[in-house]
């Protein structure tokens, strides 16, 4: 449906089989057989989730024709840490302001620490 | 289909007019009414956008009774953050691979900033 790559790099990412999949990959290349392994599944189905992080460019082909092994490219990732970005701001900020909560609380009950 | 809080905040994000909402609740909140105005979108649509957000913990009601403004919480999208942190070493690794290779690249060429 939509088409944008960070909608579809976040879409390949819904589902934990992918990012399991991805965990894999980020210790190094694999086959599709190496792939399917832990998670007991056939391998008709860890092509189907592969082509999925292969349409959002998380994962790429390797070089060797007979075993194609399957590689991370992270790269998409970092378009949502970018995304993140001005969140990560918002929680920051609301982090501080628990900070200068607790400093209120403290002043106001110089002994609250004994107790 | 993946009913992990993870899976759910990454699907929920997954869409250009979700993530618009997120962006105006990050200014403020908002009233339904409100949201709609950009997106030229009817009410029934936008609340159904919403129903997605507020079910993934991204999107909350305020107290007010009558207008029933909706609120950012951030707190799921830290989950992402902390997701992509083993993923973060990875790129910075790749980045540090560039770094050095460019380094070396300058060695081998002492004039190259003066060309």
Redesign the interface.
Known sequence: M?T?S???T??A????TR?AI??RL?RGEASVTELAEPFAMSFPAVSKHLKVLERAGLVARGRDAQFRPRR?Q??P??E??K??E???A??DA?FDRLETYLQVLQKGDPDGSHN
Chains 1, 2 share one sequence.
Not at 13 to 16: G, Q
Request: hydrophobic share 50%; aromatic share 10%.
């Open positions: 939509t944008d960070l909608s579809m976040l879409a990412l819904a589902d934990p990012r991805l965990a980020s991370l992270p790269e990732l970092r949502i840490d995304w993140l001005s969140y990560r918002l929680w609301r």
